[in-house]
């Protein structure tokens, strides 16, 4: 798609980003005495209509979600490409598949989990599990319902779910970054995978997990092939961190080892991680055409929205502003 294509959208992308909360906003929620005086500073921001109820019944979730939701309908409506927003909501839909897998397989009612978050409706995403067919969802979805299906009627294992579906969530994702047609969002999508790999490597790697996990876990959608990732599990964590130095993320890695143990710290490489994604949008901002700016508008928001919780959730719970501080993410704005 030609890059003027997005010529309108982006100028309302340009009007969205004045609304985004900024580090003032930040630091004097951090710096409010208590959760109320944290929630009044909202006043002045576009969740302002929320902050009497947040007060009353501490819901936040609930605005948070609702935000999300309308940001989501919202960049459909505007971008003249439906797969680049599709992909970047996949998150959603596939947390949907999981609950709706959870519901068959244990017999539970879990309507209050669902994200009405994605560009099929969760009736049609229903429907697909239930009878592992479709008129309208596209192909990918099937094969990841039909995966799970499969290993749940062999092995009768529910717990599998979450890692059949986390795993073919990468693969969707480089199948829909193409789909777009869009040059730029193929590499986006890449670095994702390889950072979301390289923190379930170290994790994984912490808690001792198999190699037959990691076989299971991993995914192959990345620059760093799954083989190299896989024989580096096989190593301490010390080990680990010096065979990662010579990827294209060494600075990443540098960033992340603890200090006193010489060893990838699961909490830190999480955190470089996040912040270097942010970084790539914080540049992909700046373009004036093409489809980057709407990309880094979504990242925005669902940063903004998990910066709000940690500092109402912290306020609630009488989280120091440093202890609260320190978990947050890198401000677009």
């Excluded at 609304?19 to 576009?46: C, I, K, Q």
């Amino acid at each position: 798609m030609k890059d003027t294509a997005y010529g309108s959208s982006n100028v309302l992308i340009r009007v969205y980003e004045n609304n985004l909360l900024n580090r003032g906003h930040y630091d004097r929620m951090l710096a409010a005495d208590s959760f109320e005086d944290a929630v009044n500073v909202l006043r002045e921001t576009p969740y302002r209509n929320d902050v009497d109820r947040i007060k009353e019944d501490k819901n936040y979730d609930t605005m948070l979600m609702n935000e999300l939701h309308q940001t989501f309908d919202e960049l459909f409506n505007i971008s003249p490409n439906k797969a680049l927003i599709e992909l970047f909501g996949l998150r959603y839909a596939y947390h949907n598949l999981k609950v709706l897998f959870k519901e068959e397989f244990t017999d539970q009612e879990l309507d209050h989990l669902f994200i009405p978050i994605g560009r099929y409706d969760i009736s049609e995403l229903r429907q697909a599990v239930r009878t592992g067919d479709s008129d309208i969802l596209p192909q990918p979805y099937l094969d990841s319902i039909h995966e799970v299906q499969e290993d749940y009627d062999q092995y009768q294992n529910a717990q599998a779910v979450d890692i059949i579906l986390d795993r073919r969530y990468f693969t969707h994702m480089r199948i829909l970054a193409d789909e777009t047609n869009e040059p730029k969002i193929p590499e986006m999508v890449e670095t994702f995978i390889d950072f979301q790999n390289l923190s379930t490597l170290i994790r994984a790697m912490r808690q001792n997990r198999t190699r037959n996990f990691l076989l299971t876990i991993l995914s192959s959608s990345g620059s760093i092939p799954k083989g190299k990732l896989l024989e580096i599990a096989t190593k301490d964590l010390s080990s680990a961190a010096s065979s990662l130095m010579n990827t294209k993320y060494r600075s990443i890695i540098e960033a992340s080892v603890d200090s006193a143990t010489n060893e990838i710290s699961p909490v830190k490489i999480d955190f470089e991680t996040d912040n270097a994604y942010m970084k790539i949008m914080q540049n992909a901002k700046l373009e004036a055409f093409g489809p980057l700016p709407i990309v880094a508008y979504i990242y925005a928001k669902e940063t903004e929205v998990k910066n709000l919780r940690l500092i109402l959730s912290g306020k609630e719970n009488g989280v120091s502003a440093d202890g609260i501080r320190e978990r947050m993410r890198l401000n677009y704005a």
